[in-house]
């Protein structure tokens, strides 16, 4: 059953792990699932974002616009998360996200995802926590990257 | 208007009321004799004798004497019925048509109110008075005359009767009328009193219940519900006391009066039995004199009852033509009579404003001193700070308003004394928010052009009689007798000929406002009614072969999975997917087909019936899992589920029972409504998985049936789908894209309107789709289209009639930077060589302008170039600088 499968997907990622299955139903049942062909952008930088995509098949890579031209900093794959930052706060796209394969994605838009995170506060506490280990993350790579610095 | 009801009455129904009168009196005596008859009938040709004898010249037997007679009766009877049957059908139809011309001239007086007045009054507050509160006056207007005259004939009839038979028992009888005729006046006038309250404070009322209507956005948003419920309360209470105290009076008066009917009777029996035993009076002449007592009661009473709604109708009459007389209405020869000629204008015209002035009431003057003189070939903006008289200033150069002092005129002829055709068909007039109709845009754009019926309607001999006996009626009322079915449009004004030509004008106004693409858009979307599409659809399916060419060439990846008779469509529903066509009517609309026998019997032979119910109780399982822990009130249910949060409880219960009973075990009509799930599936959106090859392919069997076995009655409710055939029930965009969009292709929709685009472009009718967007229904006040819309709707009105002198107020204000410098062009650009007065919400938008007209507090204080004011250092810079 397709649903089921993008039940699974969704349980795959940390974001949703501890969310019971029959809210991560809703979620997948209320979301599009889209399709991009091999060299579609999933989201453009600079562009509002209105969705967050997670990816259930294919493969994609993600892109920083330089003043050398496009850079790339990351791949994604399956069960990868991508556009989250931009639905939480309302900042342009940090990067661009380009179908390197044909990619199959839950699409979650802004509305729906805040809706969600309205009705079922255990989202919220889990997003919380994910954030947490982001900044704990961040800030353990800036206090090396100063250490770096002192250092060299 | 006639200050009084009767005025009214009279002056417009004076020969038919009279009419009726003589009438009436002639029923007189068919009446009397109609009761003398039996009298004759019983003494003379039952209990008679010294038969046979002769009637006109006939000899008759007792028995034909007494048939004769009888006969006669009957006959008297059918004359008397046929008399008030005459009198009572003309009095309703003299009613009707008073009523009917009352309405309209109420309607017609709106009409003339000058501006100001409808800032004041509430559309709550005049609605009623035109629909319910004149509608009881109609019967009192038939009434007026004949009732009154009919009952007091009786009345004195019966008077002089007893008088005659006994003088002291009669004077007995009537002597307590002179009080009852003193007294219940008198109390009738407070209860009058109070019904002219009732009916104010119930106006109030209703104005307020619109005016929450109109505001509900901000009752919502500040929470203000309570506080208008209990404003509501308490009017409710006022009205309601003063009802109360209606009740109160009218059933004292009642009481009163019954009380003196009473006590008539007492005199009877002590004065009466008095003389009698004295043996002064006959017992006879008592009961005849008692009986006909009796008879007068229901004349008296009727009497009384007319007196009530006459003084009813007497205040709403004054009432409602009170609120119909407001000072300073337009004068009716100005705005209903068509002038023999009409004083040309053209480029060399002048419009000028010498010292002028404009107040709206004694407190509020917002132009004080408006000087200003232009030619109607020169562009002049104004500008001026917001509250300083330039709007006004803007009305009254539009003559929507009329100056209140100093001079105001047009090649040397006051504005006040135009024709309000001279501006309504030479000039233009753009406010802050469009007027629009709740019509299609076509309609809303040949408003301008339509000032009085131009060439008549074809019509066949009968229909022409028809419309002839319409307008005969009409004028008995009064009524405008010119004909809402003629074609009104002024042809010559738009410079184009009637027909294409026009469509063509219209469609290039719009596009020079900006609404092409919206017209396209919406062409795309609307369905073309049945003569329209029947020179398109060759075209339209032309446009469906290239489209289908376009897509085979890329087509793993299309966006759209076109329609084939012989194979199921993913992206749309089951029900579309059974039925392979667009249903005509309720019979086979998607809620119904559960319940439709003949699609049961459709599947049950496509072996699906079970199949599909089975799905459906799946269906509901799952709604019933993912929304259990749902709000109801939730905008996901409206969104996604497939159930309506008042029905989850119920397919809950039948899950529940199913899950115990299995299918087999439910009632028909649950088994039915679980049938109906699944037929809004659409496998690629909802990914339920529910429906298999299987199933599809059964499903392409019920098709087949489904079109087969189609009974002869159902035909008409369906229209099939057929790859070479135009589906007229379908929008435009589905007739060329014949398919769906496929769901979950990144971009699909873009792509497909693209590939639309293309294709729309390659067979020529781009022009043709936007005509075809010329009958969108743009809503109530234009609620369908945006702001923008709006306004840029308004303009091409304006521009469409191709004005003499174009006055735009404020008219940019809310609308979006790009649409406002489109509009300023297509203007100015449409106007060229002919005059406009453009009042600007801001100052720097005068820059274009060849000439700037500075207004503050009330007067024009500046006038010049842009450099020059901005030079200057004077107000205008002032502006600009803030």
């Given at each position: 059953m397709a649903l089921n499968e993008e039940v699974e997907a969704l349980r795959a990622i940390p974001l949703f792990q501890r969310i019971e299955a029959s809210k991560l139903r809703l979620l997948a049942f209320t979301s599009e699932r889209v399709r991009f062909e091999p060299g579609d952008l999933v989201v453009k930088q600079g562009d509002i974002g209105d969705a967050a995509y997670i990816v259930l098949e294919g493969a994609a890579e993600v892109l920083v616009d330089t003043p050398q031209g496009p850079l790339k900093v990351a791949d994604v794959g399956r069960n990868d998360i991508v556009g989250e930052i931009a639905i939480l706060i309302d900042v342009p796209r940090t990067a661009t996200v380009r179908a390197v394969e044909a990619v199959t994605a839950l699409r979650i838009s802004k509305e729906l995802f805040f809706r969600l995170v309205a009705e079922f506060p255990q989202m919220a506490v889990e997003i919380m926590r994910e954030l947490a280990h982001r900044l704990d993350r961040t800030t353990n790579d800036l206090r090396e990257a100063r250490a770096q610095l002192a250092a060299g | 208007m006639e200050k009084t009801i009767y005025g009214f009455v009279f002056r417009h129904s004076l020969a038919q009321q009279l009419f009726l009168l003589a009438l009436t009196v002639a029923s007189f005596p068919v009446l009397y004799v109609s009761l003398e008859l039996p009298k004759q009938i019983i003494n003379d040709a039952i209990s008679g004798s010294g038969f046979p004898r002769s009637l006109l010249g006939l000899e008759l037997g007792q028995i034909e004497y007494l048939m004769v007679l009888s006969f006669a009766f009957l006959g008297l009877v059918l004359l008397n019925g046929a008399f008030k049957f005459a009198i009572n059908t003309g009095k309703g139809r003299l009613g009707e048509r008073l009523l009917r011309r009352l309405r309209y001239d109420l309607y017609s007086r709106l009409l003339r109110f000058p501006l100001p007045v409808f800032k004041r009054t509430g559309q709550g507050e005049i609605i009623p008075m035109v629909t319910q509160e004149v509608e009881p006056l109609g019967g009192f207007m038939g009434d007026a005359l004949a009732q009154p005259v009919y009952q007091l004939g009786i009345l004195v009839t019966i008077g002089a009767f007893m008088l005659i038979q006994e003088p002291i028992l009669g004077l007995a009888a009537l002597a307590l009328y002179p009080f009852q005729m003193y007294a219940i006046p008198k109390l009738q006038r407070r209860v009058t009193a109070l019904a002219k309250q009732r009916v104010q404070h119930v106006r109030r009322l209703s104005d307020r219940i619109g005016e929450s209507i109109s505001t509900i956005e901000a009752v919502h948003a500040d929470d203000g519900s309570n506080r208008l419920r209990a404003d509501i309360a308490n009017r409710l209470g006022g009205i309601y006391d003063i009802r109360f105290e209606i009740f109160r009076r009218k059933f004292f008066i009642k009481f009163l009066n019954n009380f003196l009917a009473q006590l008539t009777p007492f005199f009877f029996y002590s004065i009466g039995g008095y003389l009698i035993i004295e043996g002064r009076l006959s017992f006879g002449a008592m009961v005849a004199v008692l009986a006909a007592y009796k008879d007068m009661s229901a004349p008296w009473k009727e009497l009384l009852a007319y007196y009530q709604q006459q003084a009813d109708a007497r205040i709403k009459y004054d009432q409602v033509v009170q609120q119909f007389d407001p000072p300073g209405m337009i004068d009716e020869a100005l705005q209903v009579e068509e002038a023999e000629a009409l004083p040309e204008i053209g480029p060399d015209s002048r419009l000028a404003f010498e010292n002028a002035a404009y107040a709206e009431d004694e407190i509020s003057q917002p132009v004080r001193s408006a000087t200003l003189s232009l030619g109607l070939d020169e562009h002049v903006a104004i500008v001026g700070p917001s509250g300083g008289g330039k709007e006004e200033l803007g009305l009254l150069a539009a003559r929507l308003a009329v100056v209140t002092g100093g001079r105001a005129h047009l090649d040397g002829t006051a504005l006040a004394e135009l024709p309000q055709a001279v501006f309504g068909r030479r000039a233009a007039y753009v406010g802050p928010s469009a007027s629009l109709f709740n019509a299609s845009l076509r309609e809303n754009l040949l408003f301008g052009l339509?000032?009085?019926?131009l060439r008549p309607a074809e019509a066949g001999p009968e229909e022409a009689a028809r419309r002839e006996a319409r307008a005969a009626e009409a004028r008995r009322s009064g009524n405008s007798e010119e004909d809402i079915g003629a074609d009104w449009v002024d042809y010559e004004a738009a410079g184009a000929a009637p027909g294409e030509e026009m469509v063509r004008r219209m469609v290039e106004v719009l596009t020079a406002v900006g609404l092409d693409d919206d017209l396209y858009t919406l062409g795309l979307r609307g369905v073309l009614d049945g003569d329209a599409h029947a020179g398109l659809a060759g075209r339209v399916l032309e446009a469906r072969k290239a489209l289908r060419s376009r897509l085979d060439a890329a087509d793993a990846a299309a966006p759209l999975e076109p329609f084939d008779a012989d194979a199921y469509n993913v992206n749309a529903t089951l029900a579309e997917n059974l039925l392979f066509g667009a249903p005509i009517?309720?019979?086979?609309q998607v809620e119904n087909l559960a319940g439709h026998p003949f699609v049961r019997g459709v599947l049950e032979e496509a072996g699906l019936l079970d199949r599909l119910e089975g799905i459906g109780l799946q269906v509901a399982k799952i709604m019933v899992e993912l929304f259990a822990d749902i709000d109801p009130g939730h905008e996901l249910f409206q969104q996604?589920?497939?159930?309506?949060a008042d029905d989850l409880p119920d397919f809950r219960a039948i899950a529940a029972r199913a899950d115990r009973l299995g299918l087999e075990g439910l009632e028909a009509e649950e088994r039915e409504r679980l049938l109906g799930l699944p037929f809004l599936l659409i496998p690629e959106r909802h990914?339920?998985?529910?429906?298999d090859d299987a199933i599809r392919a059964d499903l392409l069997t019920a098709r087949r049936l489904f079109r087969e076995r189609l009974p002869e009655a159902d035909r008409a409710s369906v229209e099939f789908f057929d790859a070479d055939r135009y589906t007229a029930r379908a929008s435009l965009q589905d007739n060329i894209l014949f398919g769906r969009i496929r769901h979950g292709q990144a971009h699909g929709a873009a792509r497909v309107s693209a590939l639309l685009g293309e294709v729309v472009d390659e067979v020529g009718i781009r022009d043709a789709v936007m005509e075809a967007g010329l009958a969108f229904q743009v809503g109530i006040g234009g609620s369908r289209l945006t702001q923008t819309q709006r306004q840029k709707l308004a303009f091409a009105r304006a521009l469409l009639k191709r004005p003499a002198l174009l006055v735009v107020n404020m008219?940019?204000?809310?609308?979006e930077r790009v649409a406002r410098e489109m509009l300023f062009l297509a203007a100015r650009t449409a106007m060229e060589g002919r005059g406009i007065v453009w009042v600007l919400e801001a100052p720097e938008l005068a820059e274009s302008f060849p000439r700037i007209v500075a207004v503050e507090e009330g007067r024009t204080v500046e006038d010049g170039t842009y450099e020059a004011l901005r030079e200057a250092g004077g107000p205008f810079a002032r502006l600009l600088r803030q």
């Open positions: - | 339509r000032h009085r019926p009517g309720p019979a086979f996604f589920s497939f159930i309506d990914r339920l998985g529910l429906i008219a940019t204000a809310g609308v």
